[in-house]
DNA sequence: GCTGGAATTAGAATAATTCTTGCTATCGGT
DNA sequence: ACCGATAGCAAGAATTATTCTAATTCCAGC
C-alpha cells in the first residue's frame, strides 16, 4: 500500500505549494512522472503511468493537473505536427529535436549568447513572449 | 456561369501540373485561394471561399487537396498550438510571428547567411529535414 | 468536526481531421 | 471519338484528442 498519512514519499520529494498552485496527490504524481522520465510523454502515457499509485486517476484529471501546471509555468506543453501534445519540465528555453529514425524528441539548448533577433528579421518593436523551434531530422544510428 | 471548356481562367494562371500533380479544378482554386490570400487560412477557411467558384465543393476535398499540395511540396502545412492547421505558399525557408494582439500570423524570414546549428546545440552529426519556429509575441499598434 | 471552495471523476460532448463508399472525370491507347 | 483503367471527388460516418458537465470528494481554515 501506498503511504497516504504524510506528505513524504519514498519517492521524489515535491513541495505542497508551487509557484502558487497547491500541489494535491494527483498533481504531485502528474510532475514527478514528469520530471522522472524526460522523453515528453502524452497526456494518455502519463495516465497509465499514474495509475499504478493512484488507481482511480481519471484521464481528465491527467488533462486538469497538466494544464494547472503549464499554466502556472512549471512545465511546458510541446506540439508537434497535429500529434497528442507532449509535456516537458525543462523551463530553459530550449528546442526540441524529433529524430525521424527513432521518434524520440531530443531538447536542444541554445547556444550561450544567442540571441534570436539576430537570426529572423521579426516585425519592428516587437516583443517576444514566447518560442517554439522544432526541428525534424535523424540522428546517425552509430 | 464559370468557364468550364478550356483551361484558362480570368483569374491567376495556374499550369495543368505543378511538381507531378495534376492539378484538377479543385487543386488549382485551393492553391489559388492560398497565393492571393497569405495570411495562412485554415482547411475551413478556404473552402468557405473555394464554395464561390466550385459550389458543390466539399470540405474533404479541401482537405485532400490541401493534403495533396503539402505532399508535392507545393504548400505547408502550418500548426499552431493545438488548433487547426493553417496552410501557407511561401516556400522559403521562414518562421512564423503570431501578434497575440490580432492574432495575424506574420511570416519571419531568416536573416541572410544565419545557420541554425549556429544557435543550436544540435545532437553530433544530426541532419534536418525541416525546422519549424513559431514566436508569439506582440507588435506595438503604432 | 463543519463548511465552502477547489479538485477530482466519469462520461458525454466537441471539433478537426480522416476514412469509406460509390460516383464522376480524366487519360492513354486504339 | 470510344473504352477501360485510374485518379479524383462528394457525402457522410468514424476517429481521436481534448474539453465540458454534473456530481462527488477532498482539504484548509475556522
Redesign the pocket.
Given at each position: 500500500m501506498v503511504d497516504r498519512a504524510t506528505t513524504s514519499t519514498t519517492k521524489t520529494e515535491i513541495p505542497?505549494e508551487i509557484a502558487g498552485?497547491?500541489m494535491?496527490?494527483?498533481?504531485q504524481e502528474v510532475y514527478r512522472i514528469l520530471m522522472e522520465q524526460r522523453d515528453h510523454p502524452?497526456?494518455?502515457e502519463v495516465f497509465l503511468k499514474a495509475k499504478d499509485s493512484?488507481p482511480?486517476?481519471?484521464?481528465?484529471?491527467?488533462?486538469?493537473?497538466?494544464?494547472?501546471l503549464v499554466q502556472h509555468g512549471i512545465i511546458r506543453q510541446v506540439?508537434f505536427e497535429?500529434?497528442?501534445?507532449r509535456y516537458c519540465p525543462n523551463l530553459r528555453e530550449h528546442g526540441h529535436f524529433h529524430d525521424a529514425r527513432t521518434g524520440v524528441i531530443h531538447d536542444v539548448d541554445f547556444k550561450p549568447g544567442c540571441q534570436l533577433s539576430d537570426f529572423l528579421e521579426l516585425p519592428p518593436g516587437a516583443t517576444i513572449d514566447d518560442i517554439e523551434i522544432t526541428i525534424r531530422g535523424k540522428i546517425p544510428t552509430a
Open positions: 505542497e498552485l497547491r494535491t496527490r494527483q498533481r502524452t497526456a494518455q493512484l482511480n486517476l481519471s484521464l481528465a484529471t491527467v488533462y486538469n493537473c497538466l494544464e494547472a506540439n497535429r500529434e497528442s501534445s
